[in-house]
């Protein structure tokens, strides 16, 4: 059974950093694309930022430049390095993943990030 496991969320002033973690267990195949999401009050999850196996980066356009998506497939770990935190950044942040051969996506439970103004 996949699971996803986020860590490293928390309450941080604005201008600080975070760093985000995801650990994948369970699954049958190797992980195709992995990402982040996250989800304000109020609003529909959006896409933060994507890393394919081999390395291949996308970012919203709101992170560009702030924050780093990076994973470690010898651990099937990935993580995200958020820096220069703005308040609109406060939202639950997602593990999403899927596999080669699965046509499924799977999604953590996720972890609040919280920027204080």
Known sequence: ????VESGGGLVQAGGSLRLSCAASGMRFSINVMGWYRQAPGKQRKLVATVTS???TTYADS?????TIS????KSM????????KPE????YYC???????PNFYWG????VTVSS
Request: net charge positive.
């Open 71 to 74: 994973r470690d497939n010898t």
């Open 96 to 102: 999403n993943a899927n596999f080669v051969l699965d």
């Open 54 to 56: 081999g390395g291949r």
């Open 1 to 4: 059974q996949v699971q996803l």
């Open 63 to 67: 992170v560009k430049g702030r924050f």
């Open 78 to 85: 990935l993580y995200l390095q958020m820096n220069s935190l």
């Open 89 to 92: 950044d406060t939202a639950v």
């Open 109 to 112: 439970r996720g972890t609040q």
